[in-house]
Nanobody
Framework: QVQLVESGGGLVQAGGSLRLSCAAS????????MGWYRRAPGKQRELVAI???????NYADSVKGRFTISRDNAKNTVYLQMNSLKPEDTAVYYC????????WGQGTQVTVSS
């Protein structure tokens, strides 16, 4: 089992920045990737960014150049730095462990006002 605890969401104006954190605990040796997903109102959950155990990353086209996923192995924590935020980035953001995702965090709300 893997437990994930997210933090860092909130309300920000368009053009602003936020950093989300996801701390993992438990059977972290089983984790082959960590990802951030989001679900906007009325939309399906989508993959935003993912970082694999080897360090490679992938991003949704809509966030490329604005969001950066990174990790601190010593702290078992993954981050999502979000810059140049847009109102369409408003969503509940979820951290997930493994790919395909098997473990999920509780979600954190990100609201971007125009």
């Amino acid at each position: 089992q893997v437990q994930l605890v997210e933090s860092g969401g909130g309300l920000v104006q368009a053009g602003g920045s936020l950093r989300l954190s996801c701390a993992a605990s438990g059977s972290i040796f089983s984790i082959n990737a960590m990802g951030w997903y989001r679900r906007a109102p009325g939309k399906q959950r989508e993959l935003v960014a993912i970082i694999y155990s080897g360090g490679s990353t992938n991003y949704a086209d809509s966030v490329k150049g604005r969001f950066t996923i990174s990790r601190d192995n010593a702290k078992n924590t993954v981050y999502l730095q979000m810059n140049s935020l847009k109102p369409e980035d408003t969503a509940v953001y979820y951290c997930a462990a493994t790919f395909p995702p098997k473990y999920w965090g509780q979600g954190t709300q990100v609201t971007v006002s125009s």
